[in-house]
């Protein structure tokens, strides 16, 4: 073998050193994670962003070349996702298909659920369905990735081949993987919303922001994603940057909550706060109310609180012990019911959460109930629920 030939086999016609195309392999797999996050995720999905049509049209193509996956199906098993959140409809929930299958094979279940074509038209609608999607991108969505193998190839040589390896587990593992699994089983939680989402970590620069995914179920059309201030959220980042370059207008974000002093009763401006932070209603609740009631109980016991009631079954107080297996829910009702005043604060946020998640469109009505539970948890005598009230009765949205 000459060695002209050799050398182009090992390194194509750009002949990088290793620096060059560790920054190139970084380059590429970012535009993946943004061309998903931005464009089929925030964008398509959710309709949080819209961005200019060549820069849509450049993450579409983008996708296309590096992942095969096609805009339509991508965005209907991802509604599908929130919509059938944690049931035996979801096409990727831990809960019912297990955190192995969902963690090493969540490409083969987004590939059956692909087959789902009553559920693809149904939740894709809205996605492009323009003569290149539909003669090329739909038509041929292998042809990206064997086509990019051809390129890396050429220009890189062998390196090239390793990176192209390695973009086509990124969006696998990465996404179906550790968003859509480890997203619904470990990490922390900012709101109590009705599902198990949690936020994998504060930050994550390699996955755009996709690693908050409780702050994202708790507000889905919103194009930001960070919600404490600690939070770092990659794309939202790049969607400020296109902004500026007027190539991104941005449609929705989560609506910021204000806290109203010395609010005799709920008024208009309360519900329409709650309807919109009805999760962080729910998770003041627990911090604020439940949480303190739970130590005052282990001091009267002369306990801790981890061995007054360990950590799973606290977190079932949340939502009733939903999320438990029927053993531990019996387990956590039994001993909610030899605790008076526990059991009191959990039907009191039960009811509260029945007036938030009431399909009724009469506001009027709505307006009434909670007008008459934040009465009755004033006069309960119990001070954490008073205080509580007190301050639900000033949620507002911030102009």
């Given at each position: 073998?000459?060695?002209?030939?050799?050398?182009?086999?090992?390194?194509?016609?750009?002949?990088?050193?290793?620096?060059?195309?560790?920054?190139?392999?970084?380059?590429?797999?970012?535009?993946?994670?943004?061309?998903?996050?931005?464009?089929?995720?925030?964008?398509?999905?959710?309709?949080?962003?819209?961005?200019?049509?060549?820069?849509?049209?450049?993450?579409?193509?983008?996708?296309?070349?590096?992942?095969?996956?096609?805009?339509?199906?991508?965005?209907?098993?991802?509604?599908?996702?929130?919509?059938?959140?944690?049931?035996?409809?979801?096409?990727?929930?831990?809960?019912?298909?297990?955190?192995?299958?969902?963690?090493?094979?969540?490409?083969?279940?987004?590939?059956?659920?692909?087959w789902q074509r009553a559920d693809i038209e149904q939740y894709g609608k809205g996605a492009p369905d323009d003569w290149i999607e539909?003669?090329?991108?739909?038509?041929?969505?292998?042809?990206?990735?064997?086509?990019?193998?051809?390129?890396?190839?050429?220009?890189?040589?062998?390196?090239?081949?390793?990176?192209?390896?390695?973009?086509?587990?990124?969006?696998?593992?990465?996404?179906?993987?550790?968003?859509?699994?480890?997203?619904?089983?470990?990490?922390?939680?900012?709101?109590?919303?009705?599902?198990?989402?949690?936020?994998?970590?504060?930050?994550?620069?390699?996955?755009?922001?996709?690693?908050?995914?409780?702050?994202?179920?708790?507000?889905?059309?919103?194009?930001?994603?960070?919600?404490?201030?600690?939070?770092?959220?990659?794309?939202?980042?790049?969607?400020?940057?296109?902004?500026?370059?007027?190539?991104?207008?941005?449609?929705?974000?989560?609506?910021?909550?204000?806290?109203?002093?010395?609010?005799?009763?709920?008024?208009?401006?309360?519900?329409?706060?709650?309807?919109?932070?009805?999760?962080?209603?729910?998770?003041?609740?627990?911090?604020?109310?439940?949480?303190?009631?739970?130590?005052?109980?282990?001091?009267?016991?002369?306990?801790?609180?981890?061995?007054?009631?360990?950590?799973?079954?606290?977190?079932?107080?949340?939502?009733?012990?939903?999320?438990?297996?029927?053993?531990?829910?019996?387990?956590?009702?039994?001993?909610?019911?030899?605790?008076?005043?526990?059991?009191?604060?959990?039907?009191?946020?039960?009811?509260?959460?029945?007036?938030?998640?009431?399909?009724?469109?009469?506001?009027?009505?709505?307006?009434?109930?909670?007008?008459?539970?934040?009465?009755?948890?004033?006069?309960?005598g119990n001070r954490a629920l008073q205080e509580y009230s007190q301050r639900l009765k000033g949620y507002a949205l911030a102009p």
């Open positions: 073998m000459s060695e002209p030939l050799l050398q182009f086999l090992i390194g194509g016609l750009f002949g990088l050193g290793v620096w060059d195309l560790l920054l190139l392999l970084l380059v590429f797999t970012q535009l993946t994670i943004f061309s998903v996050t931005l464009y089929l995720h925030r964008s398509q999905a959710h309709r949080g962003v819209d961005f200019h049509p060549l820069l849509s049209h450049f993450f579409r193509f983008w996708t296309w070349l590096t992942t095969s996956m096609i805009t339509r199906e991508w965005v209907a098993i991802h509604r599908k996702h929130h919509a059938k959140v944690e049931t035996e409809d979801d096409p990727h929930s831990p809960r019912t298909k297990g955190i192995g299958n969902v963690f090493w094979r969540g490409v083969e279940l987004y590939r059956e659920a692909r539909r003669h090329l991108y739909t038509r041929y969505a292998t042809l990206g990735p064997t086509l990019l193998l051809f390129v890396h190839a050429t220009l890189f040589g062998l390196p090239g081949i390793a990176i192209w390896a390695i973009q086509m587990a990124w969006i696998p593992f990465w996404a179906a993987g550790v968003v859509n699994g480890l997203g619904h089983w470990w990490g922390y939680r900012n709101f109590e919303s009705a599902d198990t989402s949690t936020n994998l970590t504060p930050w994550a620069l390699w996955i755009g922001g996709e690693e908050l995914h409780n702050n994202h179920h708790a507000f889905p059309s919103s194009a930001r994603f960070s919600m404490r201030r600690w939070e770092l959220d990659i794309g939202w980042m790049a969607i400020k940057v296109l902004e500026k370059l007027r190539l991104a207008t941005v449609l929705r974000v989560a609506p910021s909550l204000d806290i109203r002093p010395n609010i005799a009763v709920p008024d208009a401006d309360t519900l329409k706060a709650l309807l919109s932070h009805r999760f962080q209603a729910m998770t003041d609740y627990q911090r604020n109310v439940l949480k303190p009631a739970l130590r005052d109980e282990a001091t009267q016991a002369g306990a801790k609180l981890r061995a007054l009631l360990p950590r799973k079954l606290r977190r079932g107080l949340v939502d009733d012990g939903r999320w438990l297996k029927p053993d531990a829910r019996e387990q956590l009702r039994q001993w909610v019911s030899q605790r008076p005043r526990i059991g009191t604060l959990v039907e009191y946020r039960a009811r509260l959460a029945a007036v938030l998640e009431a399909r009724s469109h009469d506001a009027s009505e709505r307006l009434k109930a909670l007008q008459a539970w934040c009465a009755e948890a004033e006069a309960s």
